[in-house]
């Protein structure tokens, strides 16, 4: 394979060193999966590499490039995670674990500004969505150690709190679930358009538990006035560290989007393949009928919570990248020596940035309420 350079739908490109794994657009998946009650994926088409094992259902550039970006986004959070241990950063938080289903929508978003692109409302695991737009791995050091330099907040939030204003990525919320019920403003302004975009909006299981949740689904689905929501929940089974079964008497997340008539899955989402086609399958139904989607991904949390529960990684969870290179492997798509090479590459590289970015400044007390209000109106509340 030659080239040096991976892009995402939108054909934004992210320079690598990569020599030999360059690819370019992933290309249009021709055929769509038969899917079992609960979304599994069950057939296969034939589209691997001429002279390769044919059996996977999207064609191998394409899936050589989610590789990388799953690669990427994986080394650049466990560079954060060394960060945190090494006193570079003060707290970490973020997406080992939803690569799969995060890349894969990245891959898919209809990126650009205003309501007539798809809105992000994501929640702090979203790096690999966001390394799948095209978001450099500077801007996810320079947040992670809150430096001036950071675009989202000025070196003022967490790891993963990303805001990117031109993408209609609306800013990561600690708070958890409140993304559930401000999606609903944009989907209305969408609707309103009648174009073809999407709310995008993800989740946890545990943040699924806030009134915002139910409210996102009441707006999303009221009859003749239905919204074009894509509600996603990312079922890891934690709430920090209370577990899944312990609080849900429902069976899966998404059976509560049945009584409002909504569109309801659950699919794996440690498995990048069927969450492309899943999630492709869904946002094509969304642009065309204009109404809601809720779908569930099981996902794992490969590192805990976040530093506070000391981010070691969990023995027994399942790892969707070491599944899907051994796939890749299995397939003849790329080789144990090829993997190796890009783990090697990007760790290298994404190396080199954060040493970079140690020397860029940080914020200081002077700019402490910029930004705070419009105008920095009644920012200081001690000058009120
Ligand atoms: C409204 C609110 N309540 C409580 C918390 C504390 N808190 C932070 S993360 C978290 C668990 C979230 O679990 P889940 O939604 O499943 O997401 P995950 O971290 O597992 O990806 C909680 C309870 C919070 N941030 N916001
Ligand atoms: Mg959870």
New binding site residues.
Partial sequence: MAGSKISNRSGTKSKTSLKSHGVTHPVAISSQANKTAAGTVKTAKTVGKKGKKPSLLLPSELLVNMYHLMVRARVLEERMIQMYRRGDAFFWIGGPGEEAFGVALGLLTKKGHGPEFDYLHL?Y?CTPTLVAMGMEDEDALRLMMNRTTDPCTGGRNFSNHYCFPNWNVLPVS????IQYGIGIGTAIAQRRRKNDAVTIIT?????SA?GDFASSMIWASRPGFELPMYITV?N?K???STNYDSQHGEKHVSDRGRPFGIRTAVHNGNDPIEAYLAIKSDLEYIRKTRKPVLSEFRVS?LYG?SSASGANRVQGEEDCLLNFEKTLVDNKILTSNECQKIRDTYFEDIREKAERIRSEPTPQKETLWDLVYANNENADWRKF
């Fill in positions: 929640h695991r600690s708070p958890i679930g989740g946890g299981d545990a943040g806030e990312q890891n934690w709430g920090i949390r919570h």
